[in-house]
């Protein structure tokens, strides 16, 4: 079992900038792809970003791709999303999630989920 807890969330004006974490307990996340979603209010969740094992390999939604950057530490078992240059349509609750396949993660099949933490990005 895998215990993820989101940090980092907060109020934001536009153009600003939040760093999310994702800190794991009871087990490394070391074997698993790992991937942040977010979910507007009246809105179904969406995908934002992934990042398999090593880190090596990103991949990204358009929406937000060159402006936020999805990053890991196994050895500290956490997870990161740099956000820079936030707009309001970015505000939304934050969650990441932890799989073992990286195509079902990306579409929003994760073994293991936070509870996720709220951005909000002020006009």
């Known amino acids: 079992q895998v215990q993820l807890v989101e940090s980092g969330g907060g109020l934001v004006p536009a153009g600003g900038s939040l760093r999310l974490s994702c800190a794991a307990s009871?087990?490394?996340?070391?074997?698993?792809?790992m991937g942040w979603f977010r979910q507007a209010p009246g809105k179904e969740r969406k995908f934002v970003a992934t990042?398999?094992?090593?880190?090596?390999?990103?991949y990204y939604a358009d929406s937000v791709k060159g402006r936020f950057t999805i990053s890991r530490d196994n050895a500290k078992n956490t997870v990161y999303l740099q956000m820079n240059s936030l707009k309001p349509e970015d505000t939304a609750v934050y969650y990441c999630a932890a799989g073992r396949i990286l195509a079902q993660l990306r579409a929003g099949q994760g073994d293991y989920w936070g509870q996720g933490t709220q951005v909000t990005v002020s006009s």
């Open positions: 009871g087990r490394t996340l070391s074997y698993y792809v």
């Open positions: 990042i398999n094992w090593s880190g090596g390999s990103t």
